[in-house]
């Protein structure tokens, strides 16, 4: 699983750098909330936003596989939580369905500048009472001659208090399930569409996250992201990224912060012996290592099945789960490790805790996963 070539390797250590750019000041930024300016000049300076998307649009080339070698050391480098995950919320929710997707014209309208970083965007599929039933949104659209109307909302739109450009999921005939879901890209200025402000949240602070209402919103036909009732297909793809490039980053974190829990049981004297020669503190580490290495193994196993084609809906599911729990439980470890000083604001592991909760609920919930792998294992729900 770690033969990454001398290639790669470098790939990685041309950004290494700006990891820890991106990184500073992140506890402050993490008390201060919201994404400043300055920091999305950082992003877009580091040239991470061009990674997977085609040089004829501004990007680099690279394939998944290589897109998440990177995002990894992103992870392990750089200590601002919430700003990787606008980042890669930057590259999934607008480019990668754009790219795959999107006509001739979107691609040239919109790809150069979600690559650079002057376009911001967000995907927003949550509606109020929705949650995870995506079929069962409330949001819908309707055709009217070469437009599509556009009525209802979405909350938990991460950027989406400060993007100029989103993918928005509707319902266009809900007879037809899963064919019934279609794809629009919208412009933040199109009549009819308001943001709403920075929602406070306990983690990813950095990360903007907010309500967007679309009331009698005119859509051009062409914004149609695929086809009209390609919506579950465009969404299945977008999330497989999701997942993939956002855990990750989540794995990269792990590491960072196994080292720093083995440096500091290393260091840390009681009873005039290493703490961690003593079994309990030792158990804990281990226990981070063995879920960094199961995360990073079904990450990189279902993102290289993806890449082939394979039916990877299970593999993505297991390994959303797994890195969830594992990252929950190796924040908590390290906070044991470090003992009252973890529990201070300082070391930043309590910060960690705070952001890794919310990886069992963005991208499909822990519960829903597991309901999904049970369906994917021939188990049906009683309805008695």
């Excluded at 599509?148 to 509707?170: E, F, M, Q, S």
């Excluded at 009698?216 to 793809?237: I, K, Q, S, W, Y």
Aim: hydrophobic share 40%; glycine share 12%.
């Amino acid at each position: 699983m770690d033969e990454w070539s001398d290639t790669h390797r470098e790939l990685r250590a041309e950004f290494a750098d700006w990891y820890e750019v991106l990184g500073e000041g992140h506890l402050d930024a993490d008390r201060d909330a919201g994404l400043p300016a300055r920091k999305w000049e950082q992003v877009r300076a580091s040239g991470l936003l061009r990674l997977p998307f085609a040089p004829e649009w501004g990007g680099r080339g690279l394939d998944l596989l290589s897109t998440m070698y990177v995002l990894e050391g992103l992870g392990e480098g750089c200590r601002d939580g919430g700003l990787c995950f606008s980042l890669c919320t930057q590259i999934v929710s607008a480019g990668i369905p754009l790219q795959r997707f999107g006509s001739p014209e979107l691609k040239a309208r919109h790809l150069p500048g979600i690559c650079a970083g002057t376009t911001i965007t967000a995907h927003a599929i949550t509606d109020p009472g929705g949650g995870s039933d995506v079929l069962g949104m409330g949001m819908t659209a309707k055709p009217d001659g070469d437009h599509w109307i556009l009525d209802g909302d979405k909350v938990l739109v991460t950027n989406g208090p400060v993007a100029d450009l989103i993918v928005v999921y509707a319902v266009t005939d809900r007879d037809l399930g899963p064919f019934g879901l279609t794809a629009f890209l919208v412009e933040r200025d199109t009549p009819g569409v308001l943001a709403g402000p920075d929602v406070p949240k306990m983690g990813l602070r950095t990360s903007p996250l907010g309500e967007l209402t679309f009331r009698d919103c005119r859509v051009p036909a062409g914004n149609v992201v695929g086809r009209p009732g390609m919506g579950f297909t465009v969404l299945e793809h977008v999330m497989r990224w999701e997942i993939l490039c956002s855990f990750i980053v989540q794995a990269g974190a792990m590491r960072h912060r196994l080292d720093r829990c083995v440096e500091h049981a290393s260091r840390r004297r009681q009873f005039g012996r290493p703490i961690g020669s003593f079994q309990m503190v030792a158990g804990q580490i281990v226990d981070m290592k063995i879920g960094l290495e199961t995360a990073r193994r079904w990450l990189y196993d279902a993102a290289r099945g993806f890449a082939a084609g394979r039916d990877v809906a299970t593999d993505i599911a297991i390994a959303k789960v797994l890195t969830s729990e594992a990252n929950v439980k190796s924040a908590l470890a390290a906070i044991q490790v470090f003992g009252g000083s973890g529990y201070l604001t300082e070391t930043g592991l309590e910060k960690d805790l705070r952001d890794a909760v919310g990886g069992t609920i963005y991208s499909g919930t822990s519960e829903m996963q597991r309901i999904r792998i049970a369906r994917m294992l021939g188990l049906k729900e009683s309805h008695t």
